[in-house]
């Protein structure tokens, strides 16, 4: 496997054009008839929750995230009631980043949880996903269930090839990297190589 390829792969095997969607969505509208305004209305709700997905504001979500896990890590190494790992170094930051190593995680599933938490609410806000489901299940009614979903496969390989989730994800995933690279001021040692080297070994044995 080449998995650099990974790093610059930005087309799935399963795409769908714009003109797809359109052509499709004009073959429903002749089908329903007079019923044709439950998938614009539809649409015009799939389409708002697709622009809710902001990446500058997502980035913003990702270093406040970031900042709330270092402080909850500096509170409870000062508290030092045994919550959380503690490593004898000579350097307070290289203590800090091999929590971050030992906790990824916990670390990483707890900024999860509470991202999705509150962008659940902000879907809400700005769309009734009630009316959402409630509309998606008389179009289906109509068009039946398999044509539905075979039309929602395109909607999703043509608008989202990547979810806020999984781009939020990537983006903690890089800031929780970024604790594995930083060096110890006493040994220039990377971090993730002394944790494999002096931690994790300990605490395998």
Not at 22 to 37: P, S, V
């Amino acid at each position: 496997m080449d998995i650099f390829q990974y790093f610059l792969s930005h087309q799935s095997e399963n795409t769908s054009a714009f003109s797809d969607i359109f052509r499709t969505a004009k073959e429903f509208h002749r089908l329903l008839g007079q019923k044709n305004y439950l998938l614009n209305h539809y649409l015009s709700m799939f389409f708002r929750l697709i622009v809710e997905m902001d990446f500058c504001a997502l980035e913003d979500e990702i270093y406040q995230s970031i900042s709330d896990l270092q402080k909850k890590i500096q509170d409870d190494l000062e508290k030092n009631d045994g919550s959380i790992p503690m490593f004898d170094c000579q350097e307070p930051s290289t203590e800090m980043e091999l929590c971050w190593t030992a906790l990824a995680d916990s670390l990483l599933e707890q900024a999860i949880k509470e991202f999705y938490n509150e962008y659940m609410h902000s879907y809400h806000l700005s769309v009734d996903l009630v009316d959402f489901r409630q509309t998606e299940e008389k179009l289906i009614e109509y068009l039946g269930k398999n044509v539905w979903e075979k039309f929602q496969q395109q909607l999703i390989n043509c608008f989202l090839h990547c979810s806020l989730m999984q781009l939020f994800r990537q983006g903690i995933v890089i800031e929780i990297t970024k604790r594995f690279l930083s060096r110890d001021l006493e040994t220039d040692q990377e971090i993730f190589r002394l944790y494999l080297n002096r931690f994790f070994t300990e605490e395998s044995s």
